[in-house]
């Protein structure tokens, strides 16, 4: 099984501050890594998929980098509702999920 | 509007037997693979098994292979999850997702809100 480990845990940040988050595969997923957001009470939400692929909708401060083992979700400028856990997910081999970060406000 | 709405959760005791379904709208539902996927309370998530357009392709977690069993309708616009012989550690939240494509190995679009399951005596 392909574990995926995010860092940090819990980042705080002020709104306008840019956050990365990172994402680390114990094997090469190619660039088949997802991004997602979920907020409390809410379904997750796809914001990137094959490491830097925007999902319909979702706003150009949300990028994503990286291939084989090291991804990167970058938002460039925080808003208010940007505040919420960050899951990344592999489809190399069926799927697994990271952690989660949780982005929260300073 | 694209829309996926679980049912079928409950209180059940371990052991026993549950059948979730997805009612899909809004979107050609055999265009598409769907994936279940759980949420145990204050936890991330957990991928449970997807199946592709045509059921052709089928994969599970190996926390659940071997008594859980995902089927879609086609004709009706359903996904299944029948869950059998479960354990206090299958308490989750169930959420049905739609990937991109009709491939399983694809990224999830679209996501239910969930239905609830709680295995206890």
């Known amino acids: 099984e392909i574990v995926l480990t995010q860092s940090p845990a819990t980042l705080s940040l002020s709104p306008g501050e840019r956050a990365t988050l990172s994402c680390r595969a114990s094997?090469?997923?190619?660039?088949?890594l997802a991004w997602y957001q979920q907020k409390p009470g809410q379904a997750p939400r796809l914001l990137i998929y094959d490491a830097s692929n925007r999902a319909t909708g979702i706003p150009a401060r949300f990028s994503g980098s990286g291939s084989g083992t090291d991804f990167t979700l970058t938002i460039s400028s925080l808003e208010p509702e940007d505040f919420a856990v960050y899951y990344c997910q592999q489809r190399s081999s069926w799927y697994t999920f990271g952690q989660g970060t949780k982005l929260e406000i300073k | 509007e694209v829309q996926l709405v679980e049912s079928g959760g409950g209180l059940v005791q371990p052991g026993r037997s549950l059948r979730l379904s997805c009612a899909a709208s809004?979107?050609?539902?055999?265009?598409?693979?769907m994936h279940w996927v759980r949420q145990a309370p204050g936890k991330g998530l957990e991928w449970v098994s997807g199946?592709?357009?045509?059921?052709?392709?089928?994969g599970y977690a190996d926390s659940v292979k071997g008594r859980f069993t995902i089927s879609r309708d086609n004709a009706k616009n359903f996904l299944h999850l029948q869950m059998n012989s479960l354990r206090a550690e299958d308490t989750a939240l169930y959420h049905c997702a739609k990937a991109r494509d009709s491939s399983v190995h694809d990224a999830f679009d679209i996501w239910g809100q969930g239905t609830m399951v709680s295995v206890s005596s």
């Open positions: 199946i592709n357009w045509n059921s052709g392709i089928i």
């Open positions: 094997q090469s997923v190619s660039s088949y």
């Open positions: 809004g979107f050609t539902f055999d265009d598409y693979a």
